[in-house]
Each structure stands twice: as C-alpha cells, then as structure tokens.
C-alpha cells in the first residue's frame, strides 16, 4: 500500500490517488469540459485551476486539493 499523493490527504491507496482525490480529479476533468464550452476552447487548464482556487464555486475541498497538488505539477 501507498500513501495518496496529496499532501494533506494520509490515505492508504493501490494507485497514485485514493479514491476520493481520484472522483475529485474527474469531476474536475469534467467541469473542465464544461467550462471550455462556456468560455471557448482557449481558456487554459491552469487560468481555470487557478479561477477555482480563488473561487471554489462549492466545487469542495477535495477538489481544491486535487488542484494544488496539479499546479505544483505543472
Ligand atoms: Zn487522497
């Protein structure tokens, strides 16, 4: 067993994430999607990323976390 890659999360999990930061990284794929079709297909993972840290939109803690951990990433 591994630790989650997330800094603040100590779960025990098989793959790089636990299963909660790896539904958080695919709502966030989704949203993402979505976003894109709102604001046009320029608009940039990290403007976006960054746009939700500043503002979560009650998109949640877990997802919030998902996405510090890909902008230190990038
Ligand atoms: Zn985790």
Known sequence: MKEC???ECHR???DELCIRHTAALTSL???FDAWK???GEKYSKTKYMEALLKDDNGVGIW???IIKFKLQED
């Open 5 to 7: 890659k997330i800094d």
């Open 12 to 14: 025990d999990t098989i």
């Open 29 to 31: 794929e989704q949203m």
């Open 37 to 39: 079709i709102a604001y």
């Open 63 to 65: 997802v919030q976390e």
